[in-house]
């Protein structure tokens, strides 16, 4: 960060945000980008108040209506099936709704564990230097070059099918990205004045980390974590869709795509078509708001 | 195009009537899955039988539905219960020239039990035979340790391989490469790459019917859209296994021809009737069972009559399935014509439950796999709706193929679905593996998985599976698959179905044992 | 030079050395592969049978022993499902997997190298924008989601191309290269472009952001002030200064093409390695996992160790530095 104020005071911290604020809804298109997430994110939280059905329970499908067009009428009530149904009768918007709401959790609880696994270690990893600094970047260096599709599904293959380890593959093919951030801000930071006043000021090492270095890797740590959610959402979808992830009972977007590729050639696009597309806007939106709080924070960041 | 077409015409014409007896005579088959291995007796899977069908002839011939026909071995007679007399046909020769002897068929046998680096999938067959006795080269006498009177059902899947070749090259990859995949059959491998094709060519010298075609390839096309387009586009002329969903359109296209077959292939539902608090069921409330509602006879039928079968196959397999009432469906042997798959009857399952105690169902988990058996998890969630109607709330798993088998085989599933083939045309060996009491010291059972035990099943199979004269047999399985059937020792969902599509100018023997051959199919304009 | 040469390489082999044990371990230690590969109908005795066979039933210490002294000979172990040796059926796949690679590669260069430079050069104007608009679609769209757009709209609407497979190979320098016949080139691009889109959009972004950065440098202003003309400025100059990030970029993007194309690999069912990776999962074919592992590792650490030589050749104060930095 250019800005080294001194131990910046909290109404300092309030003008910042507005700052922020104002630059980014300066662009139209980050703005409904933006808006677009946050409509789907409402929409995947009350997926269970929202949705005509319950897509996980037997009771509430139908399987004499599987395969039906989008607009067609449920059978054994009033229901109308907006985007069609699945090869179970499931109604698809639905089973959208509920497949959003899988994935965006497991991105986001995905890039959230990443994020604080990583800069727990990039912190501290900055702050002991040496033997330890040179390997663990050793490490994150291998970790960032291998594909991330292959770990994850060297993992998943290892270790089995689940969301619990579905996450931490997730996790694993992440952390590494927060990790040589954090470090790279904080040896930045490390540098300046006021973290050398404040240690010689006799300031316990964690005070030093968390009070002033930290707070100052936010901002990268904010965009990379954007990023990596929607890496996290399309590499979910991508296991998924080779039948390495979620279980087929709670389908995510991915699972959905995969199911109805089958019926892609005969003419029921809708099976895979529009969960594909309801991915699509779902990772886009995110890459946008990613992609405008890059150029806000700093614009000579790259990938 | 259409504009210039006429232009075009006759130099298509001529081209086509230059290449067209050359190109027909090419026939490219692709198909679900290829042979791993080339090695012929190191698989039981449909692809192994596939492969080695067109480079061996097994020991006897065997029609679509398991009865052994004349092939290498003309003749043979039980002379006792535990000894065969086998006249081997004398003028065939191996595709390298040499004569076939009766010698090359014992040594064939002995291999199935003793193939390098494999857990010899064949050994269930070579273990039949006790002793392999060569009095000549066209006499061969068999000794078995137990009478076994399908004995010959059992070797018309044995391919046949040559002595001298065989001895001199052991290894699975000395079949992968060539020099040892000698064989007497209709064509003579020329290509393989591993995992991908497998290019034959014909055998001219062939002894019986000449093979229709000239070149034929097996080309491994995984995925069923893939199948199908490729079939479409005319890049192969014969497809396998083709997905439920592209029926109705190939139906209707004039361009190609479907091909269905009934099958051997049982699918059905274990249910857990050995321990007493099954570890995935519940009551209502979730509290864990005090006893185990699968050994209550009304409640297994409740399961049945819940189970729409036929909406079933049309939901879940669009359409490609037959409703199972018993183990094999009419037309093999050892089957009760009489016996009907369970009318859908949701009424008379509530009152059977109510009658049980479990007026209200409880609460189980149906287990399924997934990369198994076909469409295997739309079926199960289906089934789980099914019976959530009358009650039995039924939640889902999926596993996949590998831990589903381990599990099965440690009987950790209380209700799942799996599946059984069979190789000979014939449900006693479906009786013994699935039926009979559960016993690791004389075998019997081994893929019983719900642990069913039943002693009149078991009596009335042990007195089937040793009687010879075959129309008393047929009878007194035929009776043993009531018992087990009434007693709901397995609940039978449905026999699958084979499907092949071939283009419009094939002709396709479609068989009840879904084989993928070449020499079931010709040119059309040829007859058959 | 010599120097450096020397310890980079003695690098590399440690790297290796001690990944080959770690991947030995992690693929050994996991699940049954004999109750993967037996058929379901078998017995009991035969999957005890396999496992002695498979030698599953020894300590793991030994497993490893046994792979170390195969290796020695140059075998990495029979495959468990093909029986042939693992190591050659990678390499029987390579060539198809390289092929596609490359091809993708050289589209994302190809097309990105120029959207890049107007993205970057008129970064303000709608056709700018509109560029970048793309990029940050090309990054979204999930590889597995386009690959089965094309199929659909290409392969099984209008009949153009086919959907799936390789096609007709010719041989040069004793492999089969698909790239060399008209048929090969209807089957390699569609999953071409499926795997191309995100190295794609990547390409635009960093050329741009090379662009506009060399743009505002000194000797850029200058020679516009001298009047030099536009193409030669961009031609010459900003391309030389945006060539070693994307050198760089490139070669990392390269190996992970060769090593992560497998999620397209098996939407077009392209017999490539990565294809084989996931049927060899599926099938929990233990020495081709390790096989494949290997030699993904072995390919990163040889890239890196080319990129690292080729930074020192180009830029002499990393060799002096004794290292990149990060």
Redesign the interface.
């Known amino acids: 960060m250019t800005d080294s104020c001194p131990a910046p005071a909290p109404r300092q911290e309030e003008s910042r945000f507005r700052r922020i604020a104002r630059e980014y809804f300066e662009s139209p298109l980050a703005t409904i980008a933006l808006v677009v997430f946050c409509i789907i994110l409402l929409a995947a939280l009350f997926a269970p108040w929202i949705s005509p059905q319950n897509p996980y329970d037997p009771l509430e499908i139908n399987f004499m209506d599987a395969r039906l067009a989008p607009g067609s009428h449920a059978s054994e009530s009033d229901m109308t099936y907006w985007l069609g149904t699945d090869a179970q009768g499931r109604d698809m918007v639905s089973s959208i709704l509920y497949g959003i709401r899988i994935s965006l959790a497991v991105g986001v609880l995905s890039s959230f564990i990443a994020m604080l696994v990583g800069a727990a270690l990039g912190l501290v990893s900055s702050y002991l230097g040496g033997f330890f600094d040179a390997l663990l970047m050793r490490i994150v260096e291998i970790q960032i070059s291998l594909p991330s599709a292959l770990v994850a599904l060297v993992f998943i293959a290892l270790f089995g099918r689940g969301v619990d380890r579905l996450i931490i593959a997730l996790v694993l093919v992440q952390w590494a990205y927060f990790a040589r951030t954090v470090r790279a801000s904080a040896l930045s930071e490390r540098n300046k004045e006021y973290v050398e006043a404040a240690a010689c000021l006799a300031m316990p090492t964690w005070r030093v980390i968390f009070q002033y270095i930290f707070p100052n890797c936010l901002a990268p740590l904010l965009v990379i974590v954007t990023i990596q959610m929607s890496h996290a959402i399309t590499l979910e979808a991508s296991l998924s869709f080779l039948g390495l992830g979620l279980p087929v009972t709670e389908p995510s977007l991915g699972l959905l795509i995969s199911n109805g590729f089958r019926h892609l050639m005969n003419g029921r696009y809708w099976i895979s078509m529009y969960p594909g597309l309801a991915l699509f806007v779902l990772v886009m939106a995110i890459n946008l708001v990613a992609d405008r709080l890059r150029d806000i924070f700093n614009p000579r960041l790259q990938r | 195009m259409r504009k210039l077409s006429w232009l075009l015409t006759p130099f298509m014409v001529l081209a086509l009537g230059m290449g067209g007896t050359a190109l027909a005579r090419d026939f490219i088959i692709g198909v679900e899955s290829i042979a791993e291995t080339l090695d012929p007796h190191d698989s039981m899977a449909g692809q192994g039988f596939d492969y080695r069908g067109h480079v061996y002839d097994s020991i006897v011939w065997l029609d679509g539905t398991g009865n052994p026909q004349p092939g290498l071995v003309t003749e043979w007679k039980a002379v006792d219960p535990n000894t065969w007399e086998l006249t081997v046909r004398p003028d065939v020769k191996f595709h390298n020239g040499s004569p076939l002897t009766a010698d090359d068929i014992a040594f064939s046998l002995w291999r199935t039990c003793n193939v390098p680096g494999t857990d010899n999938p064949m050994a269930i067959v070579g273990n039949l035979v006790s002793e392999r006795i060569v009095v000549s080269p066209t006499k061969l006498i068999l000794k078995t340790a137990a009478p076994q009177p399908i004995l010959m059902r059992y070797l018309g899947i044995v391919p046949v391989v040559s002595r001298a070749v065989g001895e001199k090259h052991m290894q699975v990859n000395d079949y992968n490469t060539g020099v040892a995949s000698i064989g007497t059959g209709p064509y003579k491998l020329k290509e393989f790459v591993t995992g991908q094709r497998i290019v034959l060519e014909r055998n001219d010298d062939y002894w019986g019917k000449k093979p229709a075609w000239e070149t034929v390839t097996l080309l491994n096309i995984e995925k069923p859209e893939s199948r199908v387009s490729a079939l479409l586009a005319g890049d192969v002329d014969l497809i396998n296994n083709v997905p439920a969903e592209q029926l109705a359109s190939l139906d209707n296209n004039s361009d190609v021809r479907v091909w269905r077959a009934k099958s051997s292939l049982f699918r059905f539902l274990i249910m857990d009737q050995f321990t007493d608090s099954p570890s995935d069921m519940t009551d209502n409330d979730g509290k864990p069972m005090t006893r185990n509602p699968f050994k209550d006879q009304r409640v297994r039928r409740a399961i049945s009559l819940a189970i729409n079968r036929e909406a079933l196959i049309e939901t879940a397999l669009e359409g490609l399935g037959i409703p199972a009432g018993q183990l094999l469906d009419e037309g093999f042997s050892g089957v009760d014509p009489t016996l009907k798959p369970d009318a859908y009857d949701p009424k008379e399952a509530r009152r059977l439950l109510a009658e049980a105690g479990y007026p209200d169902g409880f609460r189980v988990v149906l287990h399924g796999s997934s990369g198994h058996y076909y469409n295997a998890p739309q079926v199960v969630e289906t089934i789980g709706q099914m019976l959530a109607r009358v009650g039995i709330k039924t939640s889902i798993e999926i596993h996949p193929r590998a831990e589903y088998s381990r599990a099965g085989r440690r009987f950790e599933y209380s209700f799942a679905l799996f599946g059984w083939g069979v190789y000979v045309g014939e449900t006693s060996e479906t009786i013994m593996a699935l039926l009979m009491t559960n016993d690791p010291e004389t075998g019997t059972g081994f893929a019983n998985r719900g642990r069913y035990s039943n002693p009149a099943v078991d009596q009335a199979a042990r007195e089937a599976l040793a009687e010879f004269d075959p129309v008393k047999r047929d009878k007194l399985l035929a009776r043993t698959v009531r018992i087990a059937m009434e007693d709901y020792g397995v609940m039978p969902l449905y026999f699958g179905m084979g499907v092949w599509a071939s283009r419009a100018d094939v002709n396709f023997d479609a068989r009840a044992d879904s084989r993928t051959l070449a020499i079931l199919a010709a040119p059309a304009d040829a007859g058959r | 030079m010599f120097a450096f040469f020397v310890r980079r390489l003695g690098q590399a082999i440690l790297?290796l050395f001690c990944?080959s044990i770690l991947i030995f371990l992690?693929?050994y230690a996991?699940?049954?592969?004999?109750?993967?590969?037996?058929?379901?109908?078998?017995?009991?005795?035969?999957?005890a049978?396999?496992r002695a066979?498979?030698g599953l039933d020894r300590p793991l210490w030994q497993q490893y022993l046994l792979f170390l002294e195969r290796a020695m000979h140059g075998s990495l172990g029979?495959s468990y499902?093909?029986?042939?040796d693992a190591l050659d059926?990678i390499l029987?796949r390579m060539p198809a997997t390289i092929e596609l690679a490359l091809t993708a590669s050289l589209l994302a260069l190809l097309i990105g190298i120029p959207l890049g430079f107007i993205a970057g050069v008129r970064h303000d104007t709608m056709l700018g924008r509109s560029i970048m608009?793309f990029s940050?679609?090309g990054?979204?769209?999930?590889?597995?989601?386009v690959g089965?757009?094309l199929?659909?709209f290409f392969?099984?609407d209008l009949?153009w191309l086919?959907?799936?497979?390789r096609g007709e190979t010719r041989e040069l320098f004793g492999i089969q290269w698909s790239i060399l016949t008209l048929d090969g080139w209807a089957h390699i691009i569609l999953p071409a472009i499926t795997l191309s889109l995100a190295k794609l959009a990547?390409i635009i972004?960093?050329t741009r952001?090379g662009v506009r950065?060399a743009m505002l440098m000194d000797y850029i202003k200058f020679a516009r002030a001298k009047g030099l003309p536009p193409r030669r400025i961009l031609g010459v100059y900003v391309m030389k200064n945006i060539l070693i990030p994307i050198i760089t970029v490139f070669g990392?993007e390269l190996?992970?093409l060769l090593?992560?194309a497998?999620?397209v690999e098996?939407v077009f069912?392209w017999?490539g390695m990565g294809k084989?990776?996931?049927?060899s999962?599926?099938?929990?074919d233990r020495p081709i996992?390790v096989a494949f592992?290997l030699i993904?590792?072995a390919t990163?650490i040889i890239i890196?160790f080319i990129v690292d030589m080729l930074y020192s050749v180009i830029d002499p104060r990393i060799r002096l530095g004794g290292g990149r930095n990060?």
């Open positions: 790297a990944t992690a693929v996991i699940g049954d592969p004999a109750e993967v590969l037996i058929d379901p109908q078998a017995t009991d005795a035969q999957v049978h396999l066979v498979l029979l499902f093909y029986k042939v059926l029987q608009g940050i679609a990054f979204s769209l999930p590889a597995f989601w089965l757009c199929i659909k392969a099984a009949h086919p959907s799936i497979g990547l972004r960093l952001a950065e990392l190996a992970r090593t992560g497998m999620i098996s069912a017999p084989l990776l996931i049927d999962m599926g099938v929990l996992l592992l993904t590792v990163f890196n990060d």
